[in-house]
């Protein structure tokens, strides 16, 4: 069965340093999304990409970070300088469609960033 | 802005004791509400979709209902391996608002 895949698994890294989460979505999907969840609290909406571009973004999303589809099949979440807040984890997902044409966002496993 | 609100925040089931749990939304323009599961450490998995007031989807133990406002997810004879958090969420604009969802336990 297709699936999400998402690297590292965890990271652990020092403040102010840049991390770079990468993901493969699955191949034929066409909407890509990167969520985060703060350990303990809830999943949220941090950008959706179509089209190799951001489609929408949360208020989260600010200036440190970034996403991208460097080639055919992975999407990358950049967070230029990490802060202690930034510690989650960081899902990764695909889906066919978007917004009431979603049907079902496929998640990866996670990617647990440690900020020291 | 659409908000989903679920309870309880967490539930405490016996193995066979059936409940409810529950999703509020306020949402101008309903276009579908859905249900996850969310293991510990894993990210969400998808269980069901539904759209219209009345409908109901069924999945082995699970069974969602949809109303105008809310949304029942239905556990019969819960399992252990049942246990686990339930997010229900609804579309935004290229996006999935999720609740802060109902951890279920269920003990044997």
Known sequence: EPEVTQTPSHQVTQMGQEVILRCVPISNHLYFYWYRQILGQKVEFLVSFYNNEISEKSEIFDDQFS????????FTLKIRSTKLEDSAMYFCASSVGAGANTGELFFGEGSRLTVL | EDQVTQSPEALRLQEGESSSLNCS?????????FWYRQDPGKGPEFLFTLYSAGEEKEKERLKATLT??????HITAPKPEDSATYLCAVPGYNKLIFGAGTRLA???
């Open chain 1, 67 to 74: 996403v991208e589809r460097p080639d055919g099949s992975n």
């Open chain 2, 68 to 73: 105008k406002k809310e949304s029942f997810l």
């Open chain 2, 106 to 108: 269920v003990h044997p």
């Open chain 2, 25 to 33: 939304y306020t949402v101008s323009g309903l276009r579908g509400l």
